[in-house]
């Protein structure tokens, strides 16, 4: 096992289009979590997934985003009409049902650039 | 709303020398606080944690202080590396909720 996944490194696409993001998570986790990360901050909560079941959302998820795990395995993340204010690095990060106490194991992240 | 808060956006040190990581929260419903190294074009990488009903925990050359009634902790790292040059953030935990800080940009020189 490699670890957790993300696909793509890095998109760039223009403004109002949309763009999905792939996570593999680490295959004996079964909650996994998108966070987005701006310039100069720290990751921030947008949902987790306990399995299959989206249990929380973060209120930065705007209707444009949605988020799917189906067979509580890999993870998208999808932006309907993007927005400049999208740019950003989104990470993922997949643990034990023991939680957080022990640590996340995140991803490189997808670097999202909207032109 | 901030509850994690990292005030020092960069530190550097002398290699060998004790490197002070500092961060402070604003919820105290935190059950564990958490630190986390980040080299670039890497996600982050856990560290180190410690519950809340502690005041210390210690990893090797890491170790973490919890002061509650100041709301504060720290990371000490000693002796410093060159390869601990990374940001380290700061996060707090409870239930399935994790807040970060803005990160502090550690500089170990050679």
């Known amino acids: 096992d490699t670890g957790v996944s993300q696909d793509p490194r890095h998109k760039i696409t223009k403004r109002g289009q949309n763009v999905t993001f792939r996570c593999d998570p680490i295959?004996?986790?079964?909650?996994l979590y998108w966070y987005r990360q701006t310039l100069g901050q720290g990751p921030e909560f947008l949902t987790y997934?306990?399995?299959?079941?989206?249990?929380?959302k973060s209120r930065l998820l705007s209707d444009r985003f949605s988020a799917e795990r189906p067979k509580g395995s890999f993870s998208t993340l999808e932006i309907q009409r993007t927005e400049q204010g999208d740019s950003a690095m989104y990470l993922c990060?997949?643990?034990?049902?023991?939680?957080?106490?022990?640590?996340?194991?995140f991803g490189s992240g997808t670097r999202l650039t909207v032109v | 709303d901030q509850q994690v808060k990292q005030n020092s956006p960069s530190l550097s040190v002398q290699e060998g020398r004790i490197s002070i990581l500092n961060c402070d929260y604003t919820n105290s419903m935190f059950d564990y606080f958490l630190w986390y190294k980040k080299y670039p074009a890497e996600g982050p990488t856990f560290l180190i944690s410690i519950s809340s009903i502690k005041d210390k925990n210690e990893d090797g050359r890491f170790t973490v202080f919890l002061n509650k009634s100041a709301k504060h902790l720290s990371l000490h790292i000693v002796p410093s590396q060159p390869g601990d040059s990374a940001v380290y953030f700061c996060?707090?935990?409870?239930?399935?909720?994790?807040?970060f800080g803005a990160g502090t940009r550690l500089t170990v020189k050679p």
């Open positions: 996060a707090g935990g409870y239930n399935n909720d994790m807040r």
């Open positions: 990060a997949s643990s034990m049902s023991t939680g957080g106490f022990y640590g996340y194991t």
């Open positions: 997934f306990q399995n299959e079941a989206q249990l929380e």
């Open positions: 295959s004996e986790h079964n909650r």
